[in-house]
Structures are given as structure tokens and as C-alpha cells.
């Protein structure tokens, strides 16, 4: 059936309601906020995984810097690395114990992890949670 204005107005005749009621509105935000909810807190979690990714390349890389000066001196305390992680998110550091050493990444983001991430020179990853 085709529209027809109405002869007097020129406007489409009114059937039934026009807009939203009050009701509808709040049940759509109520729906909103339901999936917000949800979606946050996974979206932080991806987010504070893949800062931790950036400690643990640039912990593996300042690993790998150590391994190839000691090839050449034997021993890791004339060794240099590099001081931040890949994308800059983390502060490396170094110190040599013994025959070792112990690598630690940190930063003042929200990374997800209670405490600093370390690598050891026997393989030992720190916290266990964060790598």
C-alpha cells in the first residue's frame, strides 16, 4: 500500500508510537553495560600480555648479547647489553653472580605482574605467572 498525504497537511498520516519509550532506552543500557562488564576486563588482560611480551624479547635478546660476549672473553662481566626491552616498555638489567647472571626487566606500567620479570643464566624464568 503506497503512502498518501494526508490532502490538508502534506504529511504522512501517524500510525502508532514514534520513538523509544523509557523503558526501551534503559533495557539498552542495561544490555550496554552488561557487555562492557564482560569486554574490559579481557580487553586489559590482552593489553598487559602483550606488554609482557616486550620483556620477555628484550630479556631474550639482552640473553642472547650475553651468550655471544662470553663465546668471545669468557666470562660475562666485560659484557654490554642493551638497557630497554624492544618497544622501550622495559628498563633491562644485569648482574653477574659467580659463573652467571641474572637479568631483570621492569617498568612503571601495568604489566599484570606483582614482580619484576627475571631471566637467569641456568634458564630460570620469574614469576612463573608472567612468562
Known amino acids: 500500500m503506497p503512502y498518501v498525504t494526508h490532502p ?9 508510537q514514534r520513538g523509544f519509550t523509557l523503558i526501551e ?8 553495560g552488561i557487555v562492557a562488564s564482560i569486554a574490559y576486563p579481557s580487553y586489559t588482560r590482552y ?4 606488554v609482557r611480551t ?3 624479547a628484550g630479556l631474550m635478546q639482552a640473553a642472547s648479547e650475553l651468550e655471544r660476549c662470553y663465546t668471545r672473553t669468557y666470562a660475562y662481566s666485560d659484557c654490554t647489553i642493551s638497557s630497554s626491552s624492544p618497544e622501550n616498555n622495559y628498563q ?3 648482574s653477574i653472580d659467580g659463573n652467571g647472571y641474572l637479568l631483570t626487566a621492569t617498568t612503571d606500567q601495568s604489566d599484570g605482574c606483582p614482580d619484576d620479570i627475571t631471566l637467569s643464566s641456568s ?7 608472567c612468562w
Open 25 to 32: 532506552l534503559m533495557i539498552v543500557l542495561v544490555i550496554i
Open 54 to 56: 616486550d620483556a620477555h
Open 123 to 129: 634458564g630460570e624464568r620469574l614469576p612463573n605467572d
Open 92 to 94: 633491562i638489567e644485569k
Open 8 to 16: 490538508t497537511s502534506g504529511r504522512f498520516p501517524h500510525n502508532g
Open 47 to 50: 593489553v598487559q600480555k602483550s
